[in-house]
């Protein structure tokens, strides 16, 4: 968000505040729309930040100068008494001049760019910069006012001149306002009430929402509320939209705070088919009237949900021509698989391989988790360029800018062209590390085994032999448990035959399948083949292949059972030509 006025600027102060939250200001006491006059704020500041210093036009024309004196007292003594800025903090005059024969004064052609002073990164708390105002129109007497202006704080403030302060409290002060949570867990259909306890060490603003815990798996919040929404006096809240959202996860607050303790009560709903889950409370209580929200105590409360786990939805990355990926998220409905599409990354053209080492997850709630235990299993990808080396992505949840869904590469290697065909296999020895199967050029296939090392490129073990023989399939397609035994199995497309076999998981790392068993045959007419993982939120996995002639996308239901993992197949869209690769 950047550095910035945040509540009660010298500019625009209360209404931007009210703004920002979708609140209209209400306009104030009427005046003669060409009398002149301002008006000047305290300001609360964090320290290493950098206010400008000046009055607010209320209302007229201001055709003249406005003279600024800074001061470390408040400007209640003689003329020029404590002139100046505390130690270590540095002023920049900007468009203004400094006035000739006096300390600390600037004479300002009204503009809006008055002085600007940065407070020193470690400023004592309560450091506080005195200025006083006077507003001299264009034939008035100028030395008038600088001596108004440096003795601001002993005259009565009037239209034209008067004083403020800014008043430095450090991360420590800002601390001192807490929040306690009060949040029984929730059961589907019930209702229960939470309470949250806000202690209000300085007056300020408070936002407050509701989502997902970290790490929790999208969907299944079904929680109604907040519902009979009330706060003790004190502290004052409103919806940040117009109307408060049905759903939990979509309600914020923005909260207005005096000094004291406070509290908020609500209650809320689980619906019928709720699921297991952890939901968080967050507030970030902000008492700078300048910087970011970056300088807001955020703390967070966590409440539990029962019902069913939350099964992970999958998605499809798909590469067109350009070297573009394509994600399309996962719905979990068999219907429509499929939901909204977003660009994932640029510049996959160059490679000849691709191949994901699990099936791709969602993500979870994150905003932003790198690479790390967490990620695992989600989706790691692997990717041999011409030259034959091989580049390792890791799963990350992050922004685009990034190159969402992944981390930057790692290399893992050089001499990968030796194979004629890389595959993820999922996590076949079950040691939480997914792992790569890659055949030679004689038919002979190899496994190698995941690390599960983040640091540097070693992310494989010395490659294991699992047989000959694998020539005679032109696809093959694995990652995942297709027959309910917890085991990752593998597809393998015949050559020419177009039949189709299963080769069940033993959990082995030596020995990793067992004795094919043929599914059917006819698969010779998909160029694509994809074991996606989860797609109908059934718990099973499932698999995509696409039509070679016509482009179009078949979803073939997993059923959990060995003899006959798949259902019959479902059309789920057309128009995927378009694409060189999915995985």
């Given at each position: 968000?950047?550095?910035?006025?945040?509540?009660?600027?010298?500019?625009?102060?209360?209404?931007?505040?009210?703004?920002?939250?979708?609140?209209?200001?209400?306009?104030?006491?009427?005046?003669?729309?060409?009398?002149?006059?301002?008006?000047?704020?305290?300001?609360?500041?964090?320290?290493?930040?950098?206010p400008?210093?000046?009055?607010?036009?209320?209302?007229?024309?201001?055709?003249?100068?406005?003279?600024?004196?800074?001061?470390?007292?408040?400007?209640?003594?003689?003329?020029?008494?404590?002139?100046?800025?505390?130690?270590?903090?540095?002023?920049?005059?900007?468009?203004?001049?400094?006035?000739?024969?006096?300390?600390?004064?600037?004479?300002?052609?009204?503009?809006?760019?008055?002085?600007?002073?940065t407070?020193?990164?470690?400023?004592?708390?309560?450091?506080?910069v005195?200025?006083?105002?006077?507003?001299?129109?264009?034939n008035?007497?100028?030395?008038?006012?600088?001596?108004?202006?440096?003795?601001?704080?002993?005259?009565?403030?009037?239209?034209?001149?008067?004083?403020?302060?800014?008043?430095?409290?450090?991360?420590?002060?800002?601390?001192?306002?807490?929040?306690?949570?009060?949040?029984?867990?929730?059961?589907?259909?019930?209702?229960?009430?939470?309470?949250?306890?806000?202690?209000?060490?300085?007056?300020?603003?408070?936002?407050?929402?509701?989502?997902?815990?970290?790490?929790?798996?999208?969907?299944?919040?079904?929680?109604?509320?907040?519902?009979?929404?009330?706060?003790?006096?004190?502290?004052?809240?409103?919806?940040?939209?117009?109307?408060v959202?049905?759903?939990?996860?979509g309600?914020?607050?923005?909260?207005?705070?005096?000094?004291?303790?406070?509290?908020?009560?609500?209650d809320?709903?689980?619906?019928?088919?709720?699921?297991?889950?952890k939901?968080?409370?967050?507030?970030?209580?902000?008492?700078?009237?300048?910087?970011?929200?970056?300088?807001?105590?955020?703390?967070?409360?966590?409440?539990?949900?029962?019902?069913?786990?939350?099964?992970?939805?999958?998605?499809?990355?798909?590469?067109?021509?350009?070297g573009?990926?394509?994600?399309?998220?996962?719905?979990?409905e068999?219907?429509?698989?499929?939901?909204?599409?977003?660009?994932?990354?640029?510049?996959?053209?160059?490679?000849?391989?691709?191949?994901?080492?699990?099936?791709?997850?969602?993500?979870?709630?994150?905003s932003?988790?790198k690479?790390?235990?967490?990620?695992?299993?989600?989706?790691?990808?692997?990717?041999?360029?011409?030259?034959?080396?091989?580049?390792?992505?890791?799963?990350?949840?992050?922004?685009?800018?990034?190159?969402?869904?992944?981390?930057?590469?790692?290399?893992?290697?050089?001499?990968?062209?030796?194979?004629?065909?890389?595959?993820?296999?999922?996590?076949?020895?079950?040691?939480?590390?997914?792992?790569?199967?890659?055949?030679?050029?004689?038919?002979?296939?190899?496994?190698?085994?995941?690390?599960?090392?983040?640091?540097?490129?070693?992310?494989?073990?010395?490659?294991?032999?699992?047989?000959?023989?694998?020539?005679?399939?032109?696809?093959?397609?694995?990652g995942?448990?297709?027959?309910?035994?917890?085991?990752?199995?593998?597809?393998?497309?015949?050559?020419?035959?177009?039949?189709l076999?299963?080769?069940?998981?033993?959990?082995?790392?030596?020995?990793?399948?067992?004795?094919?068993?043929?599914?059917?045959?006819?698969?010779?007419?998909?160029?694509?083949?994809?074991?996606?993982?989860?797609?109908?939120?059934?718990?099973?996995?499932?698999?995509?292949?696409?039509?070679?002639?016509?482009?179009?996308?078949?979803?073939?239901?997993?059923?959990?059972?060995?003899t006959?993992?798949?259902?019959?197949?479902?059309?789920?869209?057309?128009?995927?030509?378009?694409?060189?690769?999915?995985?």
């Amino acid at each position: 968000m950047g550095k910035r006025m945040r509540r009660a600027a010298a500019t625009t102060g209360t209404a931007a505040l009210l703004a920002v939250a979708g609140v209209t200001a209400g306009t104030g006491t009427a005046v003669a729309a060409d009398e002149v006059r301002f008006s000047a704020q305290d300001i609360v500041i964090p320290p290493g930040t950098n206010p400008r210093i000046g009055p607010s036009p209320d209302s007229g024309t201001a055709d003249g100068r406005v003279v600024i004196a800074l001061s470390t007292k408040p400007l209640t003594g003689p003329a020029g008494d404590g002139a100046g800025v505390p130690r270590g903090f540095e002023v920049d005059p900007l468009h203004c001049t400094e006035a000739p024969g006096v300390t600390a004064v600037y004479l300002c052609h009204y503009s809006g760019m008055f002085p600007e002073i940065t407070a020193p990164a470690d400023a004592a708390d309560m450091t506080t910069v005195h200025w006083g105002y006077a507003y001299v129109p264009r034939n008035g007497s100028l030395a008038e006012g600088i001596e108004a202006a440096r003795t601001a704080g002993a005259r009565p403030a009037d239209a034209t001149h008067g004083t403020g302060k800014v008043i430095v409290k450090t991360a420590a002060h800002a601390a001192l306002n807490t929040v306690a949570y009060e949040l029984p867990s929730l059961s589907p259909g019930k209702t229960v009430h939470h309470r949250l306890r806000v202690h209000s060490n300085d007056a300020g603003t408070m936002r407050l929402g509701f989502s997902l815990a970290a790490g929790q798996e999208r969907g299944g919040i079904r929680i109604g509320g907040p519902q009979n929404f009330t706060t003790s006096s004190g502290l004052s809240c409103r919806p940040s939209y117009s109307d408060v959202a049905k759903s939990l996860t979509g309600t914020s607050y923005w909260c207005d705070a005096e000094a004291g303790d406070h509290t908020i009560d609500y209650d809320v709903t689980g619906g019928a088919d709720l699921s297991a889950q952890k939901v968080g409370v967050l507030t970030a209580y902000g008492i700078y009237d300048w910087g970011g929200f970056e300088y807001d105590v955020y703390r967070k409360g966590t409440f539990t949900t029962t019902g069913p786990v939350v099964r992970p939805m999958h998605f499809l990355l798909a590469r067109d021509s350009s070297g573009a990926l394509v994600r399309h998220y996962g719905t979990g409905e068999a219907a429509a698989p499929f939901g909204s599409r977003t660009e994932a990354a640029r510049g996959w053209q160059g490679y000849n391989v691709i191949t994901a080492l699990s099936p791709l997850r969602n993500d979870p709630n994150y905003s932003d988790m790198k690479p790390s235990a967490v990620t695992r299993g989600r989706g790691d990808t692997v990717a041999r360029d011409a030259s034959g080396t091989l580049w390792y992505y890791d799963r990350q949840f992050v922004s685009h800018q990034y190159g969402y869904p992944y981390a930057p590469r790692v290399r893992v290697g050089s001499g990968w062209n030796v194979y004629d065909r890389l595959d993820g296999a999922g996590d076949v020895d079950r040691d939480g590390y997914a792992d790569l199967l890659a055949r030679d050029k004689a038919g002979v296939l190899w496994l190698y085994k995941g690390t599960g090392r983040l640091t540097d490129g070693k992310r494989f073990k010395a490659p294991v032999r699992v047989g000959a023989g694998w020539a005679a399939y032109d696809r093959l397609a694995g990652g995942d448990d297709l027959t309910g035994d917890g085991r990752p199995d593998l597809l393998a497309r015949e050559r020419g035959t177009g039949v189709l076999w299963l080769y069940k998981g033993t959990g082995s790392g030596t020995a990793p399948y067992a004795t094919r068993t043929r599914i059917g045959a006819g698969w010779g007419a998909y160029d694509q083949l994809v074991v996606t993982g989860d797609l109908t939120d059934d718990g099973r996995a499932d698999a995509v292949a696409r039509e070679r002639a016509t482009g179009v996308l078949w979803l073939y239901k997993g059923t959990g059972k060995a003899t006959a993992p798949f259902t019959g197949r479902t059309r789920i869209g057309a128009d995927w030509g378009v694409y060189n690769h999915l995985f």
